[in-house]
């Protein structure tokens, strides 16, 4: 064999460099799923089927395609795998194959790229690493925009990949509109009344054959692991994911950005797209993404708000904190800031709690592995830091329990912006509101037996007491931040007033209880 090539679960790009130059004669493609991946975090069921279901359909289009796929699947009965990681298994395959060569694309985390080399290393292998041409920038190309700054504007980049690319552009210099970014218009909520329409919610897809196998076989094998499976509609192949976009263009799209931070009961999508898992695994290409926004926005389908609210998370903070990841791994999983080390509380898993804010959001994530970002940012992670969750910790339970998480893209998201552990590298600053954001944005509040702007008392909110609790306890890191200085500012006319202490004793006694009750997983 000439070239063994490696497609791990979230390389599944038709496109990708690995067939630049494959000859069917000489080389055969290496895939494998391996228990390690779904249990070093006890993933959730949804996340697991749609990863190994997604992958087998790949296996099944790559030997359409008359390409040698030499496939490791898992099934009910342990004793059948062939190894616990990546490592063992594609050791044993170097062991019979005898290679010439291992190839693989840049995977998306720093742990399995290590692990390929050693195991390569220790075989005697070459192991060739290919750029991931997926995305727009590439980790060098990132590096060299980040050399000599002190500080990484997500804006900066973010204008300098919109003229690169020539998207959304009057001319060579200037935005198309007159204006970069439209997020100041892109943060209505839906009043009292709720939304005015029916949210027609993604496309959804119904099992094959195949992904009905994976769901059997995820219920046996790992049928104790966190979340339900009754409501998996997820695309696993990519014509699929292509209706998906183009159903989110035709039906979403128009209202994406307006609604993008709202929330409502019984809304778990709003106007998300929800193409983030298929990004992700790379079913789709984000320039077709792009293409495809655009295009609707030059057909007045979509206004410039809307679109542009859309192409920036893709062609801006996407690819930002790739770049931020690969800069600065693998110190970066070894920040905690705030020096916060609480393990995550169990409702974290199960939903089970009185915050009608959390347990709405964890319904969404038990039964979709997904929230959209306000859900995830200013409901649980926001909870989380204040509370003082161990930011890898937050993490490992991102990784876990949603279904688009990948180290690249959740690291920097979770442990970075959301929890404030690398101390503002890719967030300016700790995002902590109190109960009274929640409210602004969403109805949870209303069904709620907290009262959002209470701090202390039987119905006091619970975010409310940690918010002014979190700022105290980290007054002195946060001095320094002007983006801070009004909030610490009240945190000081508290104290003056002897409201603060009160607000901190129940603070403790709120997280005594949470550590109390011992996590399932
Ligand atoms: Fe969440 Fe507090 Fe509102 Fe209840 S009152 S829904 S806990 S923000």
């Not at 002190?150 to 020539?166: A, D, Q």
């Not at 946060?478 to 901190?504: H, P, S």
Request: glycine letters at 8%; proline letters at 4%; a negative charge.
């Amino acid at each position: 064999m000439r070239n063994l090539c490696l497609i791990l679960g979230d390389q599944l790009n038709i496109d990708s460099a690995l067939f630049d130059d494959f000859d069917p004669e000489a080389d055969a493609v290496w895939m494998a799923e391996v228990d390690h991946e779904t249990t070093h975090v006890p993933c959730h069921k949804q996340r697991v089927t749609f990863f190994l279901s997604a992958m087998r359909h790949f296996r099944d289009g790559q030997r359409a395609e008359g390409r040698e796929v030499i496939y490791h699947e898992l099934t009910a009965d342990r004793r059948k795998d062939r190894g616990k990681t990546f490592g063992d298994v594609l050791r044993k395959t170097i062991k019979s194959e005898k290679p010439a060569r291992v190839r693989v694309v840049e995977p998306g985390d720093e742990r399995v790229r290590t692990e390929i080399a050693s195991v390569c290393d220790d075989a005697g292998v070459e192991l060739d690493v290919l750029r991931d041409t997926h995305f727009y920038c590439s980790i060098e190309e990132f590096r060299d925009w980040a050399g000599g700054k002190k500080v990484l504007i997500l804006e900066t980049f973010y204008r300098m990949m919109r003229k690169r690319e020539g998207v959304l552009m009057a001319d060579a210099k200037n935005p198309v509109d007159d204006r970069w970014n439209f997020d100041e218009d892109n943060r209505e909520t839906f009043g009292k009344t709720g939304p005015d329409e029916e949210i027609k919610g993604p496309m959804s897809f119904s099992a094959d054959d195949v992904t009905q196998g994976v769901l059997d076989l995820v219920e046996d094998r790992w049928g104790d692991h966190p979340g339900s499976l009754d409501k998996f509609a997820l695309p696993v192949t990519r014509g699929d994911a292509r209706k998906m976009l183009r159903y989110f263009i035709k039906t979403a799209l128009p209202r994406f950005g307006t609604y993008e931070d709202a929330m409502w009961t019984g809304e778990a999508f709003v106007y998300h797209s929800r193409l983030s898992a298929l990004l992700n695994i790379k079913l789709l290409n984000p320039r077709e993404c792009v293409a495809a926004a655009i295009e609707a926005y030059e057909k007045r389908h979509a206004t410039i708000a809307n679109v542009e609210g859309f192409v920036r998370q893709l062609i801006g903070w996407r690819e930002f904190i790739r770049g931020v990841y690969w800069l600065k791994m693998p110190e970066y999983a070894e920040r905690n800031a705030l020096a916060a080390n609480r393990q995550m509380p169990s409702f974290f898993w199960d939903g089970e709690t009185d915050m009608a804010c959390v347990k709405h959001a964890m319904s969404h994530v038990i039964d979709h592995g997904y929230t959209h970002h306000i859900e995830r940012l200013m409901v649980l992670g926001n909870l989380a830091m204040m509370y003082g969750a161990d930011p890898y910790a937050f993490h490992e339970w991102h990784m876990a329990m949603y279904v688009d998480a990948i180290d690249w893209v959740s690291l920097p998201n979770t442990l970075g912006m959301s929890q404030y552990g690398d101390g503002g590298v890719v967030g300016t600053k700790p995002y902590c509101s109190t109960g009274k954001y929640v409210d602004r944005m969403s109805n949870y509040c209303k069904g709620c037996r907290y009262k959002p702007g209470k701090a202390v008392g039987d119905d006091a909110c619970p975010f409310t007491t940690l918010y002014w609790d979190f700022l105290a306890r980290n007054e002195t890191k946060l001095k320094g931040n002007n983006r801070m200085a009004l909030q610490l500012k009240n945190v000081v006319r508290k104290r003056e007033k002897g409201e603060l202490g009160e607000i901190r004793d129940q603070a403790d006694t709120l997280r005594l209880s949470w550590a109390a009750t011992p996590s399932a997983w």
